[in-house]
């Protein structure tokens, strides 16, 4: 896949001059023009291969291109891809610490399998530390602040450094991901998103990785569609929006990482 974007054309798009990009840059609102030349870059890159797409945000925006992963089907099969498409890409896992011992033996596989080396980026406080500090468990009675303290924050410390992350969205995954562009601002963190399986199925997801052996996370075969934190993930209908088993109960069905709104309370 070639492109006429690039690294430089997108960053003078957005900032106005040819200094390296700075952290304090997150702060600021991106320009039209940036944001009309990630709209040209995304359309451009719609029918390209994962593989296509995981190069180019490799040659725009190494080294300064992350990856975030909550070891799903799709950053699973993103992972497999890394080494030969965008190596050497920092990836980072939110470990708020309520996650399933299953998800986080997945880093060691990948280790193992293809050398990736996943950060378990974890929050401030320990899980004791957190109950301790709010009566008990949050996630019980305010999930949304819960996951603001030990996600969004950790990835807002993340962030910093970087200008693009790759995700593993997909936007037959449920209604809150149908517009997800390959290509977009992220307004929340600052940075670039990049989304190489947004125009993929999950039936060409799961193609794949039992075609290719790639490790996944086994509850999916126990039954549990999409998995995050244990206190927040339960089975679900095989027909039903694929997240329906996140924070069932609650109307919740993302965790504020991939929408639009700023702040605590989101
Ligand atoms: S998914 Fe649940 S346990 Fe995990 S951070 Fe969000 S509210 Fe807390």
Redesign the pocket.
Known sequence: MSTALNHRTLHNAAHGDSAPPAVTDRAAPPSQEFLDELAAASASLEGSTPEEIMRWAHETYAPQLAMGTAFGPEGCLLLSMLPQQAPDTYVFNLE?G?QFQQTLDLRDRFAEKYGVEVDLLKPELSVPEYEALHDG???KTN??Q??F???IRVLQKAAEGRRAWIVGLRRDQGPTRANTPIVGWDKKFGLVKIAPLAASTKNKVWSRIIKEDVPYNPLHDQGYPSI??W???QKAGADGDERDG??AGTGKTE?GLHTEQDGSGI
């Open positions: 708020t309520y468990p949050l996630y999930p949304t819960c996951c303290d030990r996600k995050g934190c206190p927040c993930t996140r924070w965790c």
